[in-house]
């Protein structure tokens, strides 16, 4: 398992497990893959594991994204080329070595391209070197990481996820947010995170990644339409307050949120 290898601090974090009352996944499917693999092995409460989707505020992400472009980014979104973009901790998990292999497929089809990647991490370096010497540093540009990333989402022409592994990733709903278009690769999180629409997904290698940027390319990417946010946003926010706080069932999280903004409203007054 990855956190053998990789996290082996989190062993002892796993023993502790069975002193919480709950221990909450942001989907479904991240929720049942802690219980098949915690459970038993920790002596944890099957019952114990619990989700709430992740939540965020659309009409946030919007006002964010309609703030200027940094003066030096403008040149990135000129010409004709597609501009594909994605948001990620430059890791092993996020797999970027994976989508700039992927990139000169889509070079090869259409030279003015440009994939650009938002974020820092320890494979910063690597990355730099991979595209230098697959030929495709004129085209990938990676950018580091920024306050605000939405600017730049904005103007892309189509969000693409690349990671091996993802809980249930806000970029997607950003991306949702945006009405942009998604590729991604399919793990359970994103699974879940696009099981009404909004992307595409593909099998998690280099090759199905190159076939649906150029498919997107030749504008034949299938990807339905985003479903309503708000109606998500309620959603998640109902499922924190009812599975994570215990609230009665009938407790909805637009009456709790409302309690909540009105107690704020009033606290401002005094």
């Keep these: 398992m990855l956190f053998r290898s990789k996290y082996r601090n989190l062993l002892s974090n796993f ?3 069975h002193n919480y009352d709950a221990l909450v996944s942001v989907s479904s499917s991240s929720c049942d893959t802690n219980r098949k693999n915690l459970a038993h092995r920790f002596s944890v409460d099957p019952a114990r594991f619990r989700y709430a989707d992740n939540v965020f505020d659309d009409v946030e992400v919007c006002a964010r994204a309609a703030q200027p472009l ?3 980014d403008a040149t990135l979104f000129s010409g004709d080329g597609p501009v594909f973009l994605t948001i990620g901790r430059l890791s092993p998990e996020q797999d970027h070595a994976k989508l700039i292999r992927a990139f000169p497929d889509v070079l090869r089809q259409r030279s003015d391209a440009k994939l650009l990647i938002v974020g820092y991490g320890p494979l910063h370096g690597d990355l730099l070197r991979l595209a230098e010497t ?11 990481l920024r306050d605000n990333p939405l600017p730049l989402l904005a103007q892309a022409d189509c ?3 690349s ?8 970029t997607l709903y950003e991306a949702m947010a945006l009405r942009k278009p998604i590729i991604s690769t399919a793990l359970d999180g994103t699974r879940d995170a696009l099981a009404d629409g909004g992307g595409y997904l593909v099998e998690n290698n280099q090759q199905a990644l190159a076939t649906a940027m150029l498919t997107f390319v030749d504008g034949a990417l299938p990807c339905p339409p985003a479903p309503s946010l708000a109606v ?6 109902t499922q924190f307050y009812n599975s994570v706080l215990a609230l009665p069932a009938e407790v909805s999280g637009a009456d709790v949120a409302e309690t909540v903004s009105s107690a704020s409203e009033a606290e401002a007054k005094r």
């Design 232 to 237: 998500y946003r309620e959603k998640a926010l």
């Design 70 to 72: 940094e003066e030096s």
């Design 163 to 170: 990671s091996n592994y993802e809980g249930k990733p806000v």
């Design 159 to 161: 969000f693409v996820l």
């Design 134 to 144: 697959l030929g495709v540093s004129s085209g990938v540009h990676l950018l580091g």
């Design 15 to 17: 023993s502790l497990y």
